[in-house]
């Protein structure tokens, strides 16, 4: 595993190369939940794609800074994933929870670097259940982190409006220029996520059945 | 010549009528970001917190706040973290100007006191009477209450919209990814005054040319705006100002808001007859007319004058607490 550090603002990003590639050119990037990181080896729900693996940290989680005073956003997540995407050109992303939900930000607000997106269960933006786990009582006895007590809190409870994921999911369709972007693998259904599946090119999906779809793209 | 009045620059704009530099500065510390704190009155009289709006200054107070300490009042106002003499923060969100604005309270007064906050401001210290009444008598909002009304985009045809949220969006990712090294552009007192101008077109030229002195810095190659380059204006996200209609309802601070009927850049817009269905009991709301969003600074000793009158005697005890 390789490790780049990169700049976002005042932070600092850890990007974790898992594999190197071999077949398919395009890297595949990993963005994890809330309260996660990078994980040490590419994970098994993802060990097909046939080319490199990337993992970020992001702000405040994992082996990426932690910045004084908190402000997280999801809006900030998606644009540490834009950084990373800066660094590695385009790429297929797939993410967990929080990530998953960055992940479809990106997608539509970076649509010509995000070739698919593939959104995966997990803690975050109302995944990991109706009380997040155990998010809400870290910050409690986990003063110091990472994760950041305060991404903890402040992501545990960001309001979206309705129709807002919409948006995101609207603009990767039109402007992607790849069929279906938008692949549903999470089993969960979060609010946000039951509204963009009646949206046309957000389609169910395997993470396999993705993964081979996207690397053809 | 031109160097002479070069030098005298700060000098010759560095006073306005009326306008008082606070008399103490202290700092607060926020979870590790340091706030900027000033005062203006007597150190032994009753305090009374004040909040500047979005990419202004505690000083934007500098003519409003004495009228207000002169009435018996220690008026205490911050910098918001990124702006004035407060640090510059890695993440800046609506939830951590609260938390800031609390961090200062905490360290004003432990006894229940008038919030008073203008455009941005007001909302944030709406939140603080909301989730802390009991540390709350009263509460004035100076333009700071949002419109019902939804800006229309139905003139854009379903490709407009999405090829203009994608340039936005798209900018503002551009933005995130050079904010390490993004400066403000540096100029004369009188250029920062007039790009400022074309936002706050109703203010004096000569109070913008002050507020320079106050809410500026010199470096070698000019002035700029003490505002963190990282920050930027408008754009997009999920916050909605109907967020603000939904919790007046159940404000239990007796609140007294002022809107402004006059429309300008940084207006919300809004009007009393569509703030009125959402009001709690104790709060009134009342349009001015002939004022714009920087009503305190247009009309200071008008807008004082009511403020006190709604605020009462200094040190006022809260009113008692009934249900919303």
Redesign the interface.
Same mark, same amino acid.
């Given at each position: 595993m390789s490790e780049r550090r990169l700049?976002?603002?005042?932070?600092e990003l850890a990007l974790s190369r898992l594999r190197a590639g071999a077949g398919v050119e395009r890297p595949l990037l990993l963005l994890h939940e809330l309260g996660g990181s990078a994980p040490e080896a590419v994970p098994p729900a993802v060990a097909g794609w046939g080319g490199e693996v990337w993992a970020l940290d992001f702000?405040g989680h994992g082996r990426s800074s932690i910045?004084?005073?908190?402000?997280?956003?999801?809006?900030?997540c998606?644009?540490d994933a834009?950084?990373a995407l800066?660094e590695l050109g385009a790429a297929t992303v797939v993410g967990w929870g929080l990530g998953a939900y960055a992940a479809l930000l990106i997608a539509?607000?970076?649509?010509s670097l995000v070739k698919g997106a593939i959104l995966c269960d997990g803690r975050g933006i109302e995944g990991g259940g109706p009380q997040g786990g155990d998010m809400l009582l870290r910050p409690a006895f986990d003063r110091s982190g990472p994760p950041d007590p305060?991404v903890l809190a402040?992501l545990a409870s960001?309001?979206?409006?309705p129709g807002?994921a919409q948006?995101f999911a609207?603009?990767a369709v039109?402007?992607a220029g790849i069929a279906d972007p938008i692949a549903v693998v999470a089993a969960a259904r979060p609010s946000w996520l039951v509204e963009i599946l009646s949206h046309p090119g957000v389609v169910l999906s395997t993470a396999d059945a993705a993964l081979r779809r996207f690397a053809a793209a | 010549m031109s160097e002479i009045v070069a030098l005298d620059e700060a000098t010759r704009h560095g006073a306005f009528p009326g306008a008082l530099a606070p008399e103490r500065r202290r700092s607060v510390e926020?979870?590790?970001?340091r706030l900027a704190v000033v005062e203006w009155g007597s150190a032994a009289s009753p305090p009374l917190l004040l909040a500047h709006g979005g990419s202004d200054f505690a000083r934007t107070f500098d003519v409003f706040a004495p009228l207000l300490a002169a009435a018996g009042y220690r008026v205490v106002s911050w910098d918001h973290?990124g702006h004035g003499d407060s640090d510059?923060?890695? =993440?800046?969100?609506w939830?951590?100007d609260v %938390?800031?604005a609390l961090a200062v309270l905490e360290a004003t007064s432990k006894e229940p006191l008038p919030l008073v906050g203008h455009s941005k401001g007001a909302g944030l210290l709406l939140d603080l009477a909301l989730f802390f009444p009991q540390r709350v008598t009263r509460l004035v909002s100076l333009d700071g209450l949002p419109s019902t009304r939804r800006r229309s985009r139905r003139d854009l045809s379903k490709e407009e919209r999405?090829a203009g949220?994608?340039e936005m =969006?798209?900018r503002?990712?551009d933005h995130? %990814?050079r904010?390490?090294d993004v400066k403000r552009r540096p100029g004369t007192i009188e250029e920062l005054a007039r790009r400022r101008g074309e936002m706050n077109p109703r203010l004096p030229f000569e109070w913008l040319c002050y507020l320079v002195t106050a809410g500026a810095r010199q470096d070698a190659d000019g002035w700029r705006w003490k505002l963190d380059p990282?920050l930027r204006m408008g754009g997009f996200?999920?916050?909605?100002p109907g967020?603000i209609l939904e919790q007046l309802p159940t404000l239990e601070v007796p609140m007294l808001g002022l809107v402004s009927r006059i429309v300008e850049p940084m207006g919300w817009g809004s009007a009393s007859t569509e703030l009125q269905p959402y009001l709690a009991p104790s709060s009134i709301v009342e349009d001015i007319e002939d004022l714009g969003h920087f009503l305190h600074i247009e009309a200071p000793e008008r807008i004082a004058r009511r403020v006190l009158e709604f605020l009462g005697e200094p040190g006022q005890a809260r009113p008692a607490r009934g249900g919303p």
């Amino acid at each position: 595993m390789s490790e780049r550090r990169l700049r976002h603002g005042r932070v600092e990003l850890a990007l974790s190369r898992l594999r190197a590639g071999a077949g398919v050119e395009r890297p595949l990037l990993l963005l994890h939940e809330l309260g996660g990181s990078a994980p040490e080896a590419v994970p098994p729900a993802v060990a097909g794609w046939g080319g490199e693996v990337w993992a970020l940290d992001f702000t405040g989680h994992g082996r990426s800074s932690i910045p004084a005073g908190g402000g997280y956003s999801a809006e900030i997540c998606m644009a540490d994933a834009d950084v990373a995407l800066a660094e590695l050109g385009a790429a297929t992303v797939v993410g967990w929870g929080l990530g998953a939900y960055a992940a479809l930000l990106i997608a539509g607000a970076r649509p010509s670097l995000v070739k698919g997106a593939i959104l995966c269960d997990g803690r975050g933006i109302e995944g990991g259940g109706p009380q997040g786990g155990d998010m809400l009582l870290r910050p409690a006895f986990d003063r110091s982190g990472p994760p950041d007590p305060f991404v903890l809190a402040e992501l545990a409870s960001d309001a979206r409006p309705p129709g807002y994921a919409q948006l995101f999911a609207r603009q990767a369709v039109h402007l992607a220029g790849i069929a279906d972007p938008i692949a549903v693998v999470a089993a969960a259904r979060p609010s946000w996520l039951v509204e963009i599946l009646s949206h046309p090119g957000v389609v169910l999906s395997t993470a396999d059945a993705a993964l081979r779809r996207f690397a053809a793209a | 010549m031109s160097e002479i009045v070069a030098l005298d620059e700060a000098t010759r704009h560095g006073a306005f009528p009326g306008a008082l530099a606070p008399e103490r500065r202290r700092s607060v510390e926020s979870h590790g970001v340091r706030l900027a704190v000033v005062e203006w009155g007597s150190a032994a009289s009753p305090p009374l917190l004040l909040a500047h709006g979005g990419s202004d200054f505690a000083r934007t107070f500098d003519v409003f706040a004495p009228l207000l300490a002169a009435a018996g009042y220690r008026v205490v106002s911050w910098d918001h973290r990124g702006h004035g003499d407060s640090d510059s923060a890695a =993440l800046y969100s609506w939830e951590a100007d609260v %938390r800031d604005a609390l961090a200062v309270l905490e360290a004003t007064s432990k006894e229940p006191l008038p919030l008073v906050g203008h455009s941005k401001g007001a909302g944030l210290l709406l939140d603080l009477a909301l989730f802390f009444p009991q540390r709350v008598t009263r509460l004035v909002s100076l333009d700071g209450l949002p419109s019902t009304r939804r800006r229309s985009r139905r003139d854009l045809s379903k490709e407009e919209r999405v090829a203009g949220r994608a340039e936005m =969006l798209e900018r503002w990712l551009d933005h995130r %990814r050079r904010a390490h090294d993004v400066k403000r552009r540096p100029g004369t007192i009188e250029e920062l005054a007039r790009r400022r101008g074309e936002m706050n077109p109703r203010l004096p030229f000569e109070w913008l040319c002050y507020l320079v002195t106050a809410g500026a810095r010199q470096d070698a190659d000019g002035w700029r705006w003490k505002l963190d380059p990282a920050l930027r204006m408008g754009g997009f996200g999920p916050w909605r100002p109907g967020w603000i209609l939904e919790q007046l309802p159940t404000l239990e601070v007796p609140m007294l808001g002022l809107v402004s009927r006059i429309v300008e850049p940084m207006g919300w817009g809004s009007a009393s007859t569509e703030l009125q269905p959402y009001l709690a009991p104790s709060s009134i709301v009342e349009d001015i007319e002939d004022l714009g969003h920087f009503l305190h600074i247009e009309a200071p000793e008008r807008i004082a004058r009511r403020v006190l009158e709604f605020l009462g005697e200094p040190g006022q005890a809260r009113p008692a607490r009934g249900g919303p």
